[in-house]
């Protein structure tokens, strides 16, 4: 599988949109691009996956570049309930077998 | 909504004890996986389970097993428990064949375990 590039942590103030890049510059071309986070004491959480288009759903935003080196998550009106540890993964479809989670990144959310 | 329920959210056991971790998903899911994670190691596969009866081991299957008897279960057993088994452990299922780009797993709350 490729390997994810992550900022270890960030901040954003609660109410403003937190935009959490990722690089994945090896990315194949059939590989998708998923996020999960983790908040604390929890086990991780699905939130959204792309292959190439941008994608949106009730949690996020996913912007893809058009050469699909990188990406970013977007989650429009940050609340303190998003601070976690944020994944970005790719791994193609057709592999059912163990996410490999990377060091992600700790958002804090700042009130 | 996906539930994924682990029995216990904190467990203490001793040195030598056997212990069983329990999962189970209400979303008829064809895939189980067992995880451990700790602290600068992220999370690490232990085994998984494609269907009832049949399991793969992942990459830190020593010193576990596990049983899926039923569909819904999938059980971990730590058969002589040690120190550096202290850990969170999650459990994940996803459906098989989820179409394409759909590798998404739907994990439980964790066990929090302490060997002492």
């Known amino acids: 599988d490729a390997k994810t590039t992550q900022p270890p942590s960030m901040d954003c103030a609660e109410g403003r949109a937190a935009n959490l890049p990722c690089n994945h510059s090896?990315?194949?071309?059939?590989?998708?691009v998923y996020w999960y986070r983790q908040i604390h004491s929890q086990g991780p959480q699905y939130i959204i996956h792309?292959?190439?288009n941008n994608e949106t759903n009730e949690m996020a935003s996913l912007i893809i570049t058009e050469d699909r080196k990188s990406s970013t998550l977007i989650l429009p009106h940050a609340t303190l309930r998003d601070t976690a540890v944020y994944y970005c993964?790719?791994?193609?479809?057709?592999?059912?077998?163990?996410?490999?989670f990377g060091k992600g990144t700790r958002l804090h959310i700042l009130p | 909504d996906v539930k994924v329920t682990q029995s216990s959210r904190y467990l203490v056991k001793r040195t030598g004890e056997k212990v069983f971790l329990e999962c189970v998903q209400d979303?008829?899911?064809?895939?189980m996986f067992w995880y451990r994670q700790d602290p600068g190691l992220g999370l690490r596969l232990i085994y998984f389970?494609?269907?009832?009866?049949?399991?793969e081991k992942g990459d830190i299957p020593e010193g576990y097993s596990v049983s899926r008897e039923k569909k819904e279960r999938f059980s971990l057993i730590l058969e002589s428990a040690s120190t550096n088994q202290t850990s969170m452990y999650l459990c994940?299922?996803?459906?098989?064949?989820?179409?394409?780009?759909?590798?998404?797993?739907?994990f439980g709350a964790g066990t929090r375990l302490s060997v002492l």
């Open positions: 979303m008829d899911h064809e895939n």
């Open positions: 994940a299922s996803s459906p098989y064949g989820q179409g394409i780009g759909k590798n998404i797993q739907y």
């Open positions: 389970s494609y269907d009832v009866k049949m399991k």
């Open positions: 993964i790719v791994k193609p479809p057709e592999r059912d077998d163990k996410i490999i």
């Open positions: 792309g292959l190439k």
């Open positions: 090896t990315i194949s071309g059939n590989e998708y």
